[in-house]
């Protein structure tokens, strides 16, 4: 059981504080903030979520800049209480639409409503966005999303209300705000919109070597979703058919068993609570009946073979006393109709690098070059890359010292991030959605997106 | 992340600058309190919101309590709310206002609506003052029969309320009685769960002075419970879930068929998406298979997926928790994780705290078939930006090594190490090149040629020069320049601010001078004499000690400062194996990420219920008179007393087990500081030659497989012929106390008693007898119900009388079915032979 829940903003302030047991002294978050802030000087090592000071365990959560954190005296369950923190940011941003500083400030009377209710005296009570419904009598004041989510409006895939079948990007676009809108707040005209949203997110993680091997691979993934459906339908949603999940008898790094080619092979998979998996054996399929607000469906976890997204070449040579250069090439491996965006690489440069001289191909647009003289770090950010496409940085190093060491040991590795919108680096599909009609004329909207991101892909030199 | 330094000073935007706000609130409130004019309640709630605010950022708005209580004579809910959490907030610093609140507050019980009952009640019982518990009684007791079961809900938790405000209140009102028949009969599972987390906090705190409560407390592990428990599983929420699975952890089955059930209940619950459900459910697996070594491996088999795919799905704050469990089982049992390793690779993105654990987990699982992966993945990290990870990586390749019989390509690696030049890395490497040395004396030839090169002042660290200086005197024939770099060393003896090293130059220009005279003398005397003049008291002393014996006579001198050296085996483990068990026991806890057991952290007020270890441990501290059934309380202190710091432990430890294994070597290492401050009622010749620092005591290899495997015979790695106890052994009580205080622990294991068993022992006489027709011999017990300790032997049947013995200490608990041993041998390899033995004696206790 926890003693306090507080949220902190960047500075250090309380925004919400709430005393559920009243056994930890005064001044509990300010120790905590120091803590946080100072850990161990000047190492720059970033503090752990969980840590205790004169018997006071504090446990907490980043959440959208924010510090959720919980305190307590006894020795509880850490994973209960970190996934309560991340629990109580997601009920909160099911009822504001966006979570950060602004609309928590705004709105935090509704928290504290909410916080009266999720736990008492210490003890989890609720987290269901659907039963504190009735219990919240505070309306949520929205405010500004500032800029598109990271989504973004042209990741979308829309499946027809009629058939099964994915329609193509752009025949239907969504609202940028549907994403962002509030589970109770009511829409203008007081009549809300019917719709469902599911996401295929996966972080992927990469290691090549200098020769362009890849060493280690995986895929964190995530099946989320978001149901503005009033009356609780159910829902079916079916994935690949030939799906298969866990390797018996084979470590799960042992790639010699390839089943067959094109199918998707799962490590090991998780599920929400209200998933039923009746049929899942039979036919790959989930039923669910959605709670409201925004849950995972399904986590999981692959490290299959697959098709790493983008191919680095990089480079380093001498090029005379107190010089070297500097080449990087960036290739996409994926159709031209996908586009990755938000795309940067990151190289550590020998430490007695004093200057650094970019060249970037002859018209090239949307990119950016820096180079950061404190942690001698080279960034080239590409705004976006089309399926298909290469590019090429070249860069010239001024060295204050002689080299008379290996520079390619006192540099590397690269390493990068991304976001592919409608990619699913798995190839995990969601097949259909089915949504058991109440009416001949319920016909919600569904929304189902894709998108990989980079967890750690590294390229070694 | 880290906002900015300046800016932490700087009052938040929206602090009031004074007191003038306050004041102001509280006319604005006064003038609204009785109007009922149009718009009244918004401005209220305006008003009310401020109050809020200004409360949460720490302004003290107490004065304005009897205008809020006036203004909250309101049917708005919102306002009611916000007035019920300024009440809870400043009613424990208000007593006499607060009496103001439980006039409205207890006509608001008996709202018509539930929702403003159960908010009443919830608030009524949050104010924390103890002269108003009179009036929690009755709204209490109604609320836990409301025919709604939200207000059930706060009633169960309320109970508990009042219990933390007054708990012969709660106690004498029979609420323990009213919590227990609603959970057992209630149809919400939210009421039940609201009533077993209050139970179980009062029978627990109360359990400590009622001999009735911690009854209670023991029936709550009861069958029925927990089964009418594990049967509504699903229809809990899954923090409820988390409660139960708690519960159920402690329980002990009665016979092994109902392990098999509730594990096939519970399975599903492993592919959960909370991690907290997961790490609930594979703490039950674990604790209900303790005894069972090969369904306790499968269950190591089963949980492993579901950990790797909650440790990649989450936040990294909760991917971190669950490492740190992974962590945990990687560590009892690397053998089942070898061929997972490289999911312990380290990512770009994972914070330094999530790599620390990573690195810990690759050295762990290194064996013969990965070891080459490993090591150049970590040598890929030794190069990184992350210093801190760096100086990891090193660490983790030089414990690898340390692990190892082919160490070859190893010590290539570390050589290159060396060859990159950042000082950093030269210092970590130093110091592990120091300690291989120690153990493979045989690579010296080629550390010594790479280690020649590097230069002295390029080495800053205190640990790395003392690494570096006891290097120059160990191998001093073989480098060539030895005496003049120690000349120089010793010339600025006044900057050295370390005394480590300045401990480590007199012992390394002593060892020079008896290989190298000639060319070590002068620096020899300069060292004594600035050592002489030192003004650390070890460095003083060590200085002094030198120049005595040398003058004394220079061939003694050099047997007791330079004597042949005996390679170190093993390299002690940091932590004992007894506290780890604990750590384990303590599954899914913070102990499991401090790698603490909690009485290090948490105050005995605020421990969870049913610890059993907590006695046990008290038991073994021999903190109690009634408990030393030996004649000498010294023995025991040695290694049994937990309250003593980890680094006091090791020295005993070390000190213990040095002595028994170098009796014939005396085993001088020169990196030891406790060389001349050895404690001098001892006799100093054995002290002064066995005395070693924490990190380089030796233990034996076959406690380090066995043992944190914890898995029993399976898992025993070197076949031994079948042991046979000798059926006439005798073992006088001197001898034993003598072989006690020497031998190193060979194992410690829990195992579980039969119910039977338990039930039979009513005193040690019982169990006594019963291990006699196992060939083994009891020479000491004690104890009362529950808590038992006994000391045991047995002789291995082909030993030569006075050897081949096994000592061992059991503590057993009956409350909790187990027993906790710990085995000394004479041979140590046999001792897992004997721990089965011994086990399956004491698995027959009560049956036949």
Known sequence: MISQFFVLSQRGDNIVFRDYRGEVPKGSAEIFFRKVKFWKGDDGEEAPPIFNVDGVNYLHVKVAGLLFVATTRVNVSPALVLELLQRIARVIKDYLGILNEDSLRKNFVLVYELLDEVIDFGYPQTTSTEVLKSFIFNEPIVVDAGRLPSLGPASLFMLSPLGFEIIQQGSKRMPGTAVTKSVVANEAGGRKREEVFVDIIEKISVTFSSSGYILTSEIDGTIQMKSYLTGNPEIRLALNEDLSIGRSGHSSYDYSSSAGAGMVVLDDCNFHESVRLDNFDLDRTLTLVPPDGEFPVMNYRMTQEFKPPFRVNSLIEEAGAFKAEVMLKVRADFSNTITANTVALHMPLPKYTTRVSFELEPGATGQTTDFKEGNKMLEWGLRKIVGGAEHTLRAKLTFSQDTNMNITKESGPVSMTFTIPMYSASRLQVRYLQIVKKSRTYNPYRWVRYVTHANSYVIRI | ?848
């Not at chain 2, 419970?225 to 923090?239: G, K």
């Not at chain 2, 005496?483 to 120089?488: A, C, Q």
């Not at chain 2, 070890?538 to 061939?555: E, G, K």
């Not at chain 2, 025993?716 to 106890?725: G, R, S, V």
Request: aromatic share 8%; proline share 5%.
């Open chain 2, 1 to 848: 992340m880290a906002p900015p330094v300046q800016s932490q000073r700087l009052p938040p935007p929206s602090q009031p600058s004074g007191k003038g706000e306050v004041g102001e609130l509280k006319t604005q409130l006064r003038q609204l309190a009785g109007s009922r004019a149009p718009g009244a309640e918004d401005l209220k709630r305006e008003l009310y919101k401020k109050v809020i605010s200004y409360m949460t950022i720490g302004i003290d708005v107490s004065s304005l309590f009897s205008e809020m209580v006036m203004c909250s004579a309101t049917s708005d809910i919102v306002l009611k709310k916000m007035c019920y959490l300024y009440v809870g907030n400043y009613a424990k610093v208000h007593p006499d206002l607060a009496l103001l609140t439980i006039n409205f507050l207890q006509k608001d019980c008996q709202d018509e609506d539930p929702m403003i009952r159960g908010l009443a009640l919830r608030s009524l019982c949050s104010l924390r003052v103890k002269n108003l518990v009179e009036y929690l009684v009755g709204p209490l007791r109604t609320g836990l029969q409301d025919s709604n079961s939200y207000v059930r809900t706060v009633a169960a938790i309320g109970a508990l309320k009042l219990y933390h405000i007054s708990p012969s209140t709660c106690i004498d009102s029979d609420f323990p009685v009213a919590l227990k028949a609603l959970m057992m009969h209630d149809p919400d599972a939210k009421v039940v769960a609201s009533c077993l987390s209050s139970l179980q906090e009062i029978l627990t705190l109360e359990g400590s002075a009622s001999e009735e409560a911690s009854k209670e407390r023991e029936l709550l592990l009861s069958k029925p419970v927990i089964y009418f428990l594990l049967n509504r599983i699903r229809e809990f929420s899954e923090w409820a879930q988390c409660l139960v699975l708690d519960l159920v952890s402690k329980y002990v089955p009665s016979e092994s068929s109902e392990i098999f059930d509730i594990m096939n209940l519970l399975e599903d619950r492993l592919q959960h998406a909370n991690s907290a459900v997961v790490l609930a459910t594979i703490n039950v697996f674990l604790h209900l298979t303790i005894s069972m070594a090969d369904v306790h491996q499968q269950v190591y088999e089963r949980i492993k997926a579901p950990l790797l795919t909650l440790v990649g799905s989450g936040s990294s704050e909760q991917s971190y928790a669950v490492l740190s469990h992974l962590h945990l089982l990687v560590m009892r049992a690397p053998i089942l994780f070898s061929s997972d390793y490289k999911h312990f690779y380290c990512r770009y993105s994972d914070p330094s705290y999530v790599k620390k654990l990573k690195l810990e987990m690759l050295t762990a699982v290194a064996n013969e078939s990965n070891t080459y992966e490993i090591v150049t993945e970590l040598s890929e990290y030794a190069a990184n930006v992350d210093v801190l990870i760096a100086r990891e990586s090193i660490r983790a390749v030089g414990k690898i090594a340390l692990q190892q019989y082919d160490v070859n390509a190893i010590v290539d690696r570390l050589l290159q190490f060396l060859e990159m030049e950042k000082d950093y890395v030269t210092a970590e490497t130093l110091v592990l090149v120091k300690d291989l040395l120690r153990k493979y004396p045989q690579w010296s030839q080629d550390c010594i040629a790479v280690v020649g090169n590097v230069s002295s002042k390029n080495v800053e660290e205190p640990k790395a020069k003392a690494a570096l200086v006891w290097m120059l005197g160990e191998y001093s024939q073989d480098m060539l320049d030895a005496p003049y770099i120690l000349e120089s060393l010793i010339d600025s003896w006044d900057e050295e601010d370390s005394a480590e090293v300045r401990l480590h130059l007199l012992t390394a220009v002593t060892k020079c001078f008896f290989k190298r005279p000639p060319e070590t003398q002068k620096a020899l005397g300069a060292a004594l004499a600035a050592g002489l003049a030192d003004a650390h008291q070890d460095v003083h002393d060590r200085a002094l000690f030198y120049y005595r014996l040398l003058q004394h006579d220079v061939s003694v001198a050099e047997r007791v400062i330079n004597p042949p050296k005996q390679a170190v085996s093993v390299f002690a483990d940091t932590q004992s194996s007894e506290v780890k068990d604990r750590i384990f026991d303590e599954f899914n806890s913070l102990s499991v990420i401090y790698q603490e057991p909690s009485y290090m952290f948490i105050d005995k007020e605020h421990r969870g219920p049913f610890e059993f270890s907590e006695d046990i441990g008290a038991l073994a501290s021999g903190a109690s008179p009634d408990n030393s059934v030996l004649p000498s309380q010294r023995v025991e202190a040695s290694d049994n007393d937990l309250l003593l710091s980890a680094s006091e432990k090791e020295d005993n430890r070390g000190t213990a087990t040095n002595g028994s294994l170098s009796y014939s070597a005396p085993d001088y290492n020169g990196s030891s500081t406790a060389l001349v401050s050895h404690s001098p009622s001892s006799t100093v010749n054995t002290a002064a030659v066995s005395g070693a620092p924490p990190t380089a005591s030796i233990s034996q290899p076959i406690i380090e497989i066995d043992d944190l495997l914890g898995l029993g015979p399976v898992m025993t790695t070197t076949p031994t012929p079948a042991l046979k106890l000798n059926s006439k052994t005798v073992l006088d009580p001197a001898t034993f106390q003598r072989k006690w205080g020497q031998l190193p622990i060979a194992l410690t294991q829990d195992y579980s008693l039969t119910a039977q068993g338990v039930a039979s022992l009513t005193s040690p006489q019982v169990l006594l007898r019963h291990m006699q027709g196992h060939l083994i011999q009891c020479i000491a017990s004690g104890g009362q119900p529950p808590n038992f300790k006994f000391f045991f032997f047995a002789q291995n049947s082909e030993a030569p009388s006075g050897a081949g013995f096994f000592l061992v200490e059991c503590l057993v608990n009956t409350s909790s079915s187990k027993a906790h041993v710990k085995v000394k041998a004479d041979e140590a390899r046999l001792s897992q032979d004997f721990a089965v033995l011994f086990q399956s004696a004491l698995e027959k206790f009560g049956v036949s």
